[in-house]
């Protein structure tokens, strides 16, 4: 009896916490998280080398926006991210604005430690919803991701 009774009544409980939306605590994590992520960031390491082709450094901004720079700080390419610092590994994905446009994708995991900021990521595209690629890396192995970079904040002089 008791059995049928955690069955029938606390596992679908169980069910609705579970799939409940995000909270106001997680958006305001979110806010939180990006303005310590706002700034400019030189790339440290990146690994495979090459794998940013030219791009030195990405300027992220609050609303979610990005910019890679060259050495010279021609701007290459933009486009847009999201951060979710409540997830473990915290989630980073981002998109060009070009591959926006082809459903390509790029989902990755963050650490962020004041003035340093690591990365891992993976590239592909979505197809009708269903994600083809490399599954989200959980770890910062280059088995597990596409790139592995390595950032250093730029602080004004």
Excluded at 12 to 32: G, I, R
Excluded at 72 to 101: C, M, N, Q
């Amino acid at each position: 009896m008791l059995r049928l009774f955690f069955i029938e009544w606390l596992c679908p409980a169980c069910v609705l916490v579970a799939a409940e939306p995000k909270t106001e605590t997680t958006a305001s994590a979110v806010a939180q998280e990006m303005k310590s992520f706002a700034g400019t960031w030189q790339m440290t390491v990146v690994q495979p080398e090459g794998a940013t082709k030219d791009a030195r450094r990405l300027v992220f901004q609050h609303d979610g926006t990005y910019t890679a720079l060259d050495s010279a700080g021609k701007e290459l390419w933009a486009g847009t991210f999201e951060i979710d610092p409540a997830e473990t590994p915290r989630v980073w994905d981002h998109r060009s604005y070009d591959a926006k446009k082809e459903g390509r994708d790029v989902l990755g995991i963050y650490e962020l430690n004041g003035d340093k900021l690591k990365v891992a990521c993976v590239v592909g595209q979505w197809n009708e919803k269903k994600w083809s690629g490399k599954k989200r890396p959980t770890k910062f192995q280059p088995l597990e991701a596409d790139v592995i970079i390595e950032f250093q904040r730029v602080r004004d002089k």
